[in-house]
Structure formats: structure tokens, C-alpha cells
């Protein structure tokens, strides 16, 4: 039954564009049959079309070019190193704020700023790491 459909929605189609095609212009006509007979051609040569990304607005697809001069390779290895020095900051930042709060906690505690300056307390300290 969905054959059935398909095949008659394709007559109606074709019913459709049959009838519009009677209503143009004789040369509209021969440039379209041109226009086919060079798409043809280039099907049975083997022509292969290569697709690419695009952007809105620009001329060309973002491959088009900018990369295969080589100001466009020293723009992408710079947009990288960008991106990895930007990382490395980001990183960095991180451990400095958890370096900020071990000493919150370590200044927040109970246990008196004299405590951290005697030297058992260190020798203490020490010997607890080592073990």
C-alpha cells in the first residue's frame, strides 16, 4: 500500500511539473535542457563535488583558502597556543585558590597562631609527613 502511494504522489508530481513546464518560455526551455545536458556530462565524466563548511555572510568555505596560504596556518598555530597558555593561566589560578583556602582553614582553626610558630610544633608536623 505505501508503494501505491508513492507511485501515485509521483504521477501528481509529475503532472504538476509537466504542466508548468508547458507554460514557459521556449528559451527559458533550451537554456534548462542546456543547463541538464551539462550536469549530465559532468555525472558521466565522473566529477566529483566536494562539500565544505560555510559560513554565513562569507565568501567561500572556511577551508577555501585561509589555510592554504601561510599566514592562515600562523593564525591556527597561534589560536592554538592561545588556547594552552589560556588553559595553563586557568589551571594555574585553580591551585591558587585552593592553596587560599588550606590557609583559610589553617587560620580559621582553634588552634593558636603561637602554636604554628613553636618549633616542636614544626618538628611534630614533620615527623607526621614523614611517616
Known amino acids: 500500500m505505501n508503494d501505491d502511494r508513492q507511485s501515485e504522489f ?34 558521466a565524466a565522473g566529477e566529483t563535488v566536494s562539500t565544505e563548511l560555510a559560513l554565513a555572510g562569507v565568501r567561500g568555505g572556511i577551508w577555501s583558502g585561509s589555510l592554504r596560504r601561510p599566514f592562515g596556518w600562523l593564525a591556527l598555530v597561534v ?11 586557568w589551571h594555574a589560578m585553580q591551585q591558587v585558590r585552593e592553596f587560599e583556602d588550606l590557609d583559610l582553614h589553617l587560620l580559621a582553626s582553634d588552634l593558636p597562631i603561637d602554636a604554628y610558630l613553636d618549633r616542636g610544633f614544626q618538628n611534630w608536623l614533620r615527623a607526621g609527613f614523614e611517616r
Not at 508547458?22 to 537554456?31: K, M, N, S, V
Not at 589560536?79 to 593561566?89: C, K, S, T
Open 79 to 89: 589560536l592554538i597556543a592561545a588556547g594552552g597558555f589560556g588553559y595553563q593561566q
Open 10 to 43: 509521483g504521477r501528481k508530481v509529475a503532472q504538476y511539473l509537466d504542466r508548468s513546464v508547458d507554460e514557459l518560455r521556449p528559451g527559458t526551455l533550451y537554456r534548462l535542457q542546456q543547463a541538464r545536458a551539462a550536469a549530465m556530462a559532468g555525472v
